[in-house]
Nanobody, 124 residues
Framework: QFVESGGGLVEPGGSLRLSCTASGFTLEFYTIAWFRQAPGKEREGVSCINRRGASNYADSVQSRFTVSRDSAKNTVYLQMNDLTPLDTAIYYC????????????????????WGQGTQVTVST
């Protein structure tokens, strides 16, 4: 299983770093993606990183969010800067065993293993 952490309440313009940590399996063999779901809205893809470290981002977070992985800590991070109230949501990480050079996707249907989510609230 894996667990997200790092969510919380932050003011607009602030930053948070989310972590997705695995136990019982090695994340380096998986493509990892971050998704979010705001109240009353569909779950949407935010970012992903493949096994080689290549990443993709949704247009709404491009240049503000950065995904990275630390194999030694068996953890994937999502650094979120310049947050706005529109970023308020529950953030989930998801994993899928994919070939190393396969480009990652932020499509929900591509992932079969999900964390429980962490709440991010951006408000004054």
């Amino acid at each position: 299983q894996f667990v997200e952490s790092g969510g919380g309440l932050v003011e607009p313009g602030g930053s948070l770093r989310l972590s997705c940590t695995a136990s019982g399996f090695t994340l380096e063999f998986y493509t990892i993606a971050w998704f979010r779901q705001a109240p009353g809205k569909e779950r949407e893809g935010v970012s992903c990183i493949n096994r080689r470290g290549a990443s993709n981002y949704a247009d709404s977070v491009q240049s503000r969010f950065t995904v990275s992985r630390d194999s030694a800590k068996n953890t994937v991070y999502l650094q979120m800067n310049d947050l706005t109230p529109l970023d308020t949501a529950i953030y989930y990480c998801a994993a899928e065993p994919v070939a190393p050079d396969f480009a990652c996707s932020v499509e929900v249907y591509m992932y079969t293993s999900w964390g429980q989510g962490t709440q991010v609230t951006v408000s004054t």
